[in-house]
């Protein structure tokens, strides 16, 4: 079954500190990976995105993904956190074909304290 | 704002009652879906239109009923709900499937309380 695991249900970090989230997933193929982000009484916003190329990927606010092939992961970085940044981050994947579904992680809270 | 808007924001409804949430979305989209947010669980695909045509039923309970008169315009019909329907009930939109990595625009969401 495809699935999608967020292993920290939190992360703290300081200010100014790098931080990272983990994403790995279960999925048949090469799947497209996504991240968004929710912040408090709001939507899911797009983060970005992995299609192809480079298994490095830039998105929004600074943040920045890596994807590991033979990890099977996506772990969402950046290199210095602000407080704003605290939110909750959700990991998605969709397989490459028409039938495929974008699947959710169950989140990890980013609390980034100054 | 993501161009995808929801209306009520809150709503709290008894097991009996019979309410709509609404989705607009003004991306020119084709694609639109219903997602149910729990705490601490992943988000849960409900439903899935393309083209106004449901494409995805997720084994939902048939106490949600799902329209999209437009691509545009989604609603969830809500009647007899339990308690444990309680949850953010989120709609988003995407352009048609055949683009397979398009991401989603996600509506703020309906916080739905079941008494």
């Known amino acids: 079954a495809q699935s999608v695991a967020q292993p920290e249900d939190q992360v703290n970090v300081a200010e100014g500190n790098p931080l990272t989230v983990k994403c790995t997933y279960s999925v048949s193929g090469n799947p497209y990976l996504f991240w968004y982000v929710q912040y408090p009484n709001r939507g899911l916003q797009f983060l970005l995105k992995y299609i192809t190329g480079d298994n490095l990927v830039k998105g929004s606010y600074g943040f920045e993904a890596e994807f590991n092939k033979s990890q099977t992961s996506f772990h969402l970085k950046k290199p210095s956190a602000l407080v704003s940044d605290s939110a909750l981050y959700f990991c998605a994947v969709k397989e490459r074909s028409n039938t495929g579904k974008l699947i959710f992680g169950q989140g990890t809270t980013l609390q980034v304290k100054p | 704002e993501t161009g995808v808007t929801q209306t009520p924001r809150h709503l709290v409804m008894g097991m009996t009652n019979k309410k709509s949430l609404k989705c607009e979305q003004h991306?020119?989209?084709?694609?639109m879906y219903w997602y149910k947010q729990s705490a601490k669980k992943p988000l849960e695909l409900m439903f899935v239109?393309?083209?106004?045509?449901?494409?995805e039923n997720n084994s939902v309970p048939s106490r949600f009923s799902p329209e999209c008169p437009n691509s545009s315009h989604l609603f969830l019909h809500l009647h007899t709900l339990q308690p444990e329907d309680s949850a953010l009930y989120l709609c988003?939109?995407?352009?048609?499937?055949?683009?397979?990595?398009?991401?989603?625009?996600f509506g703020p969401g309906t916080r739905l309380t079941v008494l």
């Open positions: 991306l020119g989209h084709n694609a």
């Open positions: 239109y393309n083209f106004k045509e449901q494409t």
């Open positions: 988003a939109s995407s352009p048609p499937e055949g683009g397979l990595w398009n991401e989603q625009f």
